[in-house]
C-alpha cells in the first residue's frame, strides 16, 4: 500500500484546509485510516481515526467539532476537513493506515501499517 497526503499549506487563524490522502494497492475500504500530526520539537500525536467496520470516527479532543473525516470510495481517499484552524495546529500531517486496528488504540501510531509522507500545515497571522 502507498499513501499519498496532500493540500497542506499556511493559512491564518480561523481559516480551513482540507487534507487528503489517497491510497493505491488497496481499497480504503479494507483499511482503517488514521491522521497524526508532529510540531517541531514534539512527539507525533493522534489527531483522527476513520475506523473499520462502520466508519466510525475519532478525534482528538483538541480538534473535537472542528476537523471532520470522511472517505470518496469512487476516488479511494480519506479527506480531513480542517475548519477553525489554530496556531496551535501547525505541524506535518500524515496519513497510516492498517487493515486491522482495534479502536481502543486508533490513537496509537503502531496500530498502523503504512504511512504517507506528511503534508506541511501551518497557522499563522
Do not use: H
Not at 27 to 47: I, M
Request: hydrophobic share 35%.
Amino acid at each position: 500500500v502507498q499513501l499519498q497526503a496532500s493540500g497542506g499549506g499556511s493559512v491564518q487563524p480561523g481559516q480551513s484546509l482540507r487534507l487528503s490522502c489517497v491510497a493505491s494497492g488497496r481499497s480504503f475500504s479494507d483499511l482503517s485510516t488514521g491522521w497524526f500530526r508532529q510540531a517541531p520539537g514534539k512527539d507525533r500525536e493522534f489527531v483522527a481515526a476513520l475506523m473499520l467496520p462502520g466508519s466510525a470516527t475519532y478525534y482528538t479532543d483538541s480538534v473535537k467539532g472542528r476537523f471532520t473525516i470522511s472517505r470518496d470510495r469512487a476516488k479511494n481517499t480519506v479527506f480531513p476537513q480542517m475548519n477553525s484552524l489554530k496556531p496551535e495546529d501547525t505541524a506535518i500531517y500524515y496519513c497510516a493506515v492498517a487493515p486491522r486496528v482495534i479502536v481502543s488504540s486508533a490513537a496509537t501510531s503502531s496500530s498502523y501499517d503504512y504511512w504517507g509522507q506528511g503534508t506541511q500545515v501551518t497557522v499563522s497571522s
